[in-house]
């Protein structure tokens, strides 16, 4: 408790760290906007059975496009963008508006020294901030002032395919993280049929970035958020982290910061499906950007530089 306590006041400066500056891509098409509790990658179960946690169930319907949070530092209304985040690190595939939702927050809200009342508020959400940041190397480097990663070299990275990327934009990435990734999307493929039916989705549009680009994005766009205050220190120099198509909302770009955009592809099935299924590949979300997910194998954030890997036949 202490330790996640100590990590949110560290973390509540670090606004939008990871920072994927704006890389120029094209808007992709909309993307298939999610239902409540289909089975499969998000909620189901008996969440509305019985239980003394309605009341709080009753509180999270209103507030979760009402209340005033501000987990990363800019104030948001509502909290649905993490709502799919929320259930699965309380361990529950319920709709956020159910009893079983709010009976499972309670728990963890309990475990971590809130009150055990089941309604979210801005406290809890700065503890589950603390939670899924906790997960991510990357971050926790820096937040222990670790010098920043060392780019690998060029060599040892690997181009993905054509089809693997947002209009067919050359991308390299480390090798054990495209098998992860091809893996993993496989297994989408296989789950959620809109990723067939518009092959856009589930491909990547951002991957190694070196930091001479980083920079030069930062100072020609300003769109680099966090990058610059961060001293440019991005996790996809890492070439560990991947920006995946989640689709966009209408008029937004596939990155698209705004509140309304990330809420939106919050609620897509793909990004539900990707929260419940993407720590089995190795992957963790960035929460305030969907579209961002780190590789976790502790390799890719090291602080010396790794060998070339032999590159591997295409
Ligand atoms: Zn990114």
Redesign the pocket.
């Known amino acids: 408790m202490r330790r996640l306590l100590v990590l949110v006041l560290l973390l509540g400066p670090m606004l939008i760290l ?1 920072a ?1 500056a704006s890389t120029g891509h094209r808007a992709g098409r909309v993307g298939t906007a999610y239902t409540p509790r289909s089975p499969g990658y998000g909620w189901s179960g008996a969440c509305d059975q019985p239980s003394n946690a309605r009341q709080a169930a009753r509180i999270n319907a209103a507030s979760i496009d009402s209340l005033p949070v501000s987990p990363f530092g800019r104030t948001e209304i509502g909290w649905r963008t993490y709502a799919a985040l929320t259930a699965q690190e309380v361990g529950v595939r319920c709709s956020p508006d159910t009893a079983g939702f709010a009976e499972a927050l309670g728990r963890w809200k309990s475990a971590h020294g809130l009150a055990y009342d089941g309604t979210m508020d801005d406290k809890a959400l700065s503890l589950l901030k603390g939670a899924w940041q906790e997960k991510r190397p990357f971050l926790m480097g820096r937040v222990r002032r670790e010098p920043c990663p060392p780019p690998p070299p060029i060599e040892a990275l690997e181009q993905i395919k054509p089809s693997e990327s947002h209009y067919g934009k050359p991308i390299l990435v480390r090798p054990e993280v495209l098998a992860a990734y091809r893996a993993m999307a496989a297994a989408a493929r296989r789950d959620l049929p809109e990723i067939t039916a518009d092959p856009m989705l589930m491909t990547i549009f ?1 991957g190694y970035r070196s930091p001479e680009y980083d920079a030069a994005m930062c100072a020609t766009n300003g769109g680099c958020n966090g990058v610059a205050r961060a001293g440019s220190c991005s ?2 120099r890492t070439g560990a ?1 991947l ?1 995946i198509v989640l689709g966009n909302a209408p008029g937004a770009r596939v990155d698209t910061a705004s509140d309304a955009n990330r809420r939106y592809l919050s609620q897509t099935r793909l990004y539900q499906w990707l929260v419940w299924n993407a720590p089995r590949y190795g992957f963790v979300n ?1 929460p305030f ?1 969907p ?2 997910w780190e590789y976790v194998a502790a390799a890719a954030y090291s602080t010396t530089s790794p060998q070339p890997a032999r590159r591997t036949a295409r």
């Open positions: 990871a994927c951002s996790a996809h982290a920006d960035y950007e579209w961002h």
